[in-house]
């Protein structure tokens, strides 16, 4: 076996500044590729010497810590062969530990096939007949779903994947993998609700509850003093309602008792002026947007810095005095996973069928449009629930019946 070059001291090497001062035995790699037969350097190979020449420092190496590269592997002499050359000899075998390629030859075009004496290679441990099966087996359950024990891919000759199941590379098949992403959104979702409910220590829940958060007509802001924990379990105490406003909404003829929207947040902001503690904003969808909406007479609220900020910096994202807000819909609809109703009829691809849409209900579900202060109530007991894990999952959630137990699998 050849050994590798040993490293010297830097400061030992040659350095010559003229091409005339070299003296022979040493070539650059450019010297040695067009060479014959051509050689590259080691890849570990040190340089024996540099020549410096119009401010370049090339390095120079002799013949001992180079070696040959062919064209190609047909081109090699018959006494080297390749990794796959040696594992196709009867009996198969390889490279020695620690052996050093005496040779190397290019293949589709800038690929390197390192060649080795057989003298520098050992015998090849082949599998036994118990290993081969092992290894079938393997190779086997790599395109089958380990969950339901459905054929990914490819397909079995003799029996077709089940109804709904496509080709699937890895180990599980479409439906598992959908169930598997559904169930992980329905544990992240109550993790973010304990993040939540923690978050509001110290600070006041000021829950922003509207009759329709798309075209409310009636909005509540109503105030928790605190909220308390006993036993990982978290309970509301009594409410206090902040303001109950009537809306007229823009384009619409007033109405006697109903305030325009501006006039309705400038109302609402004088009662956060009352609160003694930092508040925190919650909602069923996005409280800021929506009060930022309605501060802009229905508009937009696609640049909420320029409507709130400076007359109400406490809606200016952007501002220090921002206030946090929660929105409750998102985390609620993928804890419950109930299926979005226009999403087809049960013939329809799972994947698709068993997804939640969290926009398409503009109010939480048992809410009472002429009690707002008792929807403020549900609003942090729904938070609650899905951050204890007591809040209930829909009856069609997929984990809850997919797959089938046929495997002993009873759920993600």
Known sequence: MSASPQLADPDEIPRYERRGDVPEGLYTASQLSRGTPRRVPLPDAQPSAYLHSRGNSTPLYRLEHTRIRYSSIEAAPDDLYSKTALAHLDPPRKPAPGAVPAAEATYHGNQTAQLFPLGDTVLKRTATPQERTRLGRARHLQHVCQRCDARTYPAAPDEPPPPGVKPWGGRLCVRCSAVTAAHGHHLARQTWARQTMTSLAGRTPLVVVADNDHTPRRLALVAFPALRSCDDRWEPETPRLLADLALTLPGADPEPGHLPCPDAIRAAETALHGLEEPASLIGWTNPRR??????????????????????????????????????????????????????????????????????????????????????????????AQVADGTAPVHAEAPWLFYPPTASGYNGP
């Open 290 to 383: 929506l009060l930022t909406r309605l501060a802009a007479d229905g508009r937009s609220a696609n640049t909420p810095g320029e409507i709130a900020h400076p007359t109400r910096p406490w809606l200016d994202p952007y501002h220090p005095d921002a206030l946090p807000y929660h929105a409750v819909r998102e985390s609620w609809t993928y804890w419950h996973y109930e299926p979005h109703p226009g999403y087809g009829p049960e013939g329809m691809e799972p994947t698709t069928r068993w997804r939640p849409d969290p926009h398409w209900r503009q109010q939480p579900p048992g809410l009472d449009p002429h009690n707002l202060l008792e929807g403020a109530s549900l609003l942090i007991g729904m938070l």
